[in-house]
């Protein structure tokens, strides 16, 4: 169906994600411009209508964490059942084989998934630059905007290898001075301002493990000069906390402030290992945390004390990771995840399933520096995702609402960001999904040597 130029109406709604919307949304000019309350008719003329009477409606999910390229590393046996350092190492090798084609098919995959589950927004950190590949931005950007989703990507970096007393080989690092530079030409080339929009571009040296102090602390002053965000992993797991201590003396928190970073431009992958004063340090400085539930698990890197973060003034969103280590790139189900394992850790009382869709929704959004995305109301952003509750997992359903997250719910019926549907009847327009998985199989299987 093509997105008609007059206003639509996404009518009475099963369920919706706001207040006072019983009757659903009117968007126009990729707005929401009109919530419809009970008994009441859109003040909008002419308007085009999208019956949502079988659908539960979301503001679109936001992802806050991926390594796109990863989708090409997925359940890789040589990689499976090890810890983060142990796990890096036998990945390495296996990512410097990427090239251009690989690359665009991993990023089709991974986006094409965060679509199909309700995802409108997703930010990559792409930090593995292999020779050959130091255009990676540039095909990330040109599938984003194929498939329409709105993405924060991030100019990724690592120049601290093996040689250097880091984790990495040689093989994909770049030097300082290429990675700032490169930094430069994408935001100069593909940052847009301002609410609308599509595609923004942030920077992201690695990890602490994996990046000088020179290069961490000129990326913040980059960032900084260039209005852009700033992301990095950080405490994401104890051997991480002790590496840090080896080789600067101080905790990942300590750190990262020393070189300028500890600020509202940030926001950090994990966020696992916090102690209760970094926290608080954390929350005054406006730094956000990307909790990322499902690989962490699969990691066994330990539980995000997402709560207490919270409960400090910490902003969370959530973030799928990278699909070496979740395997899977599905943001409704990253809610479900989260939702299960914070309330393992914090109770019924403490931890509801709206919580969990409040931080894939409006944390997620305070993360990415959009406020304008991650609610539904007057003047937003119309990115929106709706469910249909028609599959056996949802038959015998109480609340609509609930039953998306307790039941399961693993894939979108539609999706609409800024006004334009990109997903429809639970498909992408345009999008051949078998030869697509086709030929991302057979680049996976080149790059890890299985054939
Ligand atoms: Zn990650």
Request: contains cysteine; hydrophobic residues 45%; charged residues 20%.
């Amino acid at each position: 169906m093509p997105t008609p130029d007059r206003p639509i109406w996404i009518k009475d709604p099963l369920s919706i994600l706001t207040d006072g919307a019983e009757r659903g949304v009117v968007v126009d000019g990729g707005r929401v411009v009109e919530l419809v309350g009970r008994g009441k008719q859109p003040v909008a003329r002419d308007v085009a209508v999208c019956d949502a009477s079988a659908h539960v409606v979301l503001p679109g999910l936001i992802n806050t964490h991926h390594h796109f390229y990863q989708t090409l590393t997925r359940a890789l046996p040589a990689a499976m059942d090890r810890e983060l350092f142990p796990w890096l190492q036998a990945l390495y090798p296996v990512w410097a084989k990427l090239t251009p084609a690989y690359l665009d098919l991993a990023v089709t995959v991974a986006m094409s998934e965060l679509l199909l589950s309700g995802c409108t927004t997703t930010t990559d950190h792409h930090y593995v630059f292999p020779a050959g590949l130091e255009y990676a931005v540039d095909i990330e950007v040109a599938v984003a905007r194929r498939l329409g989703l709105r993405v924060l990507l991030t100019r990724g970096s690592m120049n601290r290898s093996q040689r250097d007393g880091g984790l990495p080989p040689d093989s994909v690092v770049q030097d300082e001075q290429t990675i700032l530079a490169d930094s430069a030409r994408v935001v100069a080339q593909f940052h847009e301002r301002g609410d609308t929009a599509m595609v923004q571009i942030a920077l992201a040296p690695c990890s602490p493990f994996s990046v000088t102090t020179s290069l961490m602390r000129a990326t913040a002053a980059l960032a900084d000069r260039l209005d852009v965000r700033l992301h990095t992993h950080l405490a994401e797991t104890e051997d991480e906390n002790r590496f840090c201590e080896q080789l600067h003396g101080c905790r990942p928190l300590d750190y990262l402030e020393d070189c300028g970073w500890l600020n509202g431009r940030t926001w950090l992958a994990h966020g696992v290992h916090f102690n209760a004063a970094e926290m608080q340090r954390l929350a005054k400085a406006k730094t956000s945390i990307s909790h990322c539930a499902c690989s962490n698990q699969l990691l066994a890197s330990g539980c995000c004390p997402v709560c207490d973060m919270e409960d400090a003034g910490v902003a969370i969103g959530l973030g799928v990771d990278g699909s070496a280590s979740n395997d899977g790139s599905n943001l409704i189900q990253e809610v479900r995840s989260a939702f299960l394992l914070q309330r393992a850790r914090y109770g019924v009382t403490r931890v509801s399933h709206k919580d969990a869709l409040r931080w894939a929704t409006e944390g997620s959004a305070a993360c990415v520096g959009r406020p304008e995305l991650g609610r539904i109301a007057v003047g937003k952003m119309a990115d929106l995702a709706l469910f249909k509750l028609d599959e056996l997992r949802f038959s015998g359903h109480g609340d609509p609402l609930a039953a998306l997250v307790l039941c399961g719910a693993h894939r979108a019926d539609r999706v609409m960001v800024g006004g334009k549907w990109v997903v429809e009847d639970g498909a992408i327009p345009g999008l051949n999904v078998a030869d697509l998985i086709r030929r991302h199989s057979a680049a996976a299987a080149a790059m890890s040597g299985i054939i």
